[in-house]
């Protein structure tokens, strides 16, 4: 997992051709997005913008993903991610499903880290994160977007 701010995204934009032209398009924007989703390029980029309730840190589960890279990004509120370098997942909840790219785990995080609006976290296919985690039945406007990778 790699965590940064919207000040620098130099050193993330690196790690993926597409990953500088994802962060730099959430950076002119991530505050004005409507709900929904926003393609940036089909089937390679796209944008979620959603509200979904925060839960207890023991309430959210781990996933993992194979094709996509997932860039999170609070938007009104900080948000909790839990982190397990995928390695080192053993417990499967829910076993991979390829056409929603995700499969859950009912593993525990190694880490947490606190993102705030103007953070961002990039979730490589090997990092296990569990999202959304804060004060339990409140909402958070965040953004998730997605980036296919091929290797």
Same mark, same amino acid.
């Given at each position: 997992?790699?965590?940064?701010?919207?000040?620098?995204?130099?050193?993330?934009?690196r790690?993926?051709?597409r990953?500088?032209?994802?962060?730099e398009?959430?950076?002119?924007r991530?505050?004005t997005?409507?709900?929904?989703?926003?393609?940036?390029? *089909?089937?390679?980029?796209?944008?979620? %913008?959603e509200?979904?309730?925060m839960? =207890? /840190? !023991?309430?959210?589960?781990?996933?993992l &993903?194979?094709?996509?890279?997932d860039?999170?990004?609070?938007?009104?509120?900080?948000e909790?991610?839990?982190?397990? *370098?995928?390695?080192?997942?053993?417990? %499967?909840?829910?076993?991979?499903?390829? =056409? /929603? !790219?995700?499969?859950?785990?009912?593993? &525990?995080?190694?880490?947490?880290?606190?993102?705030?609006?103007?953070?961002?976290?990039?979730m490589?296919?090997?990092?296990?994160?569990?999202?959304?985690?804060?004060?339990?039945?409140?909402?958070?406007?965040?953004?998730?977007?997605?980036?296919?990778?091929?290797?």
């Open positions: 997992m790699i965590i940064g701010n919207f000040s620098d995204t130099s050193e993330a934009g790690l993926h051709p990953l500088a032209e994802a962060l398009w959430i950076k002119a991530y505050t997005l409507a709900a929904g989703r926003t393609l940036l390029v *089909p089937d390679v980029i796209w944008a979620n %913008v509200t979904p309730l839960q =207890a /840190r !023991d309430a959210q589960r781990l996933e &993903h194979r094709r996509f890279i860039i999170h990004v609070p938007v009104d509120r900080p909790v991610i839990g982190y397990l *370098p995928g390695c080192m997942l053993r417990s %499967v909840a829910e076993a991979y499903d390829p =056409a /929603r !790219d995700i499969a859950f785990y009912a593993d &525990h995080p190694l880490a947490y880290v606190t993102l705030h609006p103007g953070d961002f976290a990039v490589m296919p090997h990092d296990a994160h569990a999202p959304i985690i804060g004060p339990e039945g409140e909402r958070i406007r965040k953004i998730c977007v997605k980036v296919a990778c091929w290797w």
